[in-house]
């Protein structure tokens, strides 16, 4: 299965303004791509951050939504947002999210951040792809991209600039 990261970043490298959660700064170019890019996936995994961050647009979960698994410390806070095999909250770590997915026939997963969650499946060696909108934006403070030491090496695969914008997608594989 391919795990691919997508996140809207600023030039500095962080994907909230400041203190503030969610990505409502992104343009209208990122946000009109990131949502036709989401069709390409049938499952998304996301930390409880983000999570609460776009709870309202994605509940209740719908029957033709992909499957979407909650990283959380504490999964049975959220026993009533649950939808079996549609939206699932879990304290697995990316090795049983990975062979979960697998086993229920999932072949391409978006990886939807935020830091935690980025951190975590980069660690484990789980991410295939990197795909990162440059937002010509600069914050100087916020949440980065990743939180802990990393080392990853990159081939860029393709880039583009978004209709309308100064906003550039990167798309890079990630090296073993």
């Known amino acids: 299965m391919r ?17 503030v959660p969610g990505v409502a700064w992104a343009s209208a170019a990122d946000q009109k791509w990131f949502r036709a890019t989401l069709s390409e996936f049938d ?17 209740p979960a719908k029957p033709t939504d992909p499957t979407r698994i909650i990283m959380t410390r504490t999964p049975d806070r959220y026993t009533e947002d649950s939808a079996s095999g549609q939206l699932e909250f879990t304290a697995d770590l990316p090795g049983a999210i990975h062979h979960k997915l697998v ?25 295939n792809e990197i795909w990162v909108t440059i937002e010509p ?12 030491k990393q080392d990853q090496r990159l081939e860029l695969m393709d880039h583009q600039r978004l209709p309308e914008s100064d906003s550039i997608v990167a798309r890079y594989r990630v090296l073993p």
């Open 137 to 148: 934006r600069i914050f100087g403070q916020g949440t980065p991209v990743v939180r802990m």
């Open 103 to 127: 086993d229920a026939g999932h072949k391409n997963c978006a990886l939807l951040g935020g830091s935690v969650a980025h951190d975590a499946f980069l660690t484990a060696g789980l991410v």
């Open 3 to 19: 795990i691919v990261l997508i996140v809207a970043q600023s030039l500095d490298g962080f994907i909230t303004c400041h203190e």
């Open 43 to 59: 499952a998304q995994v996301m930390a409880r951050a983000t999570f609460e961050t776009v709870r309202d647009q994605i509940l």
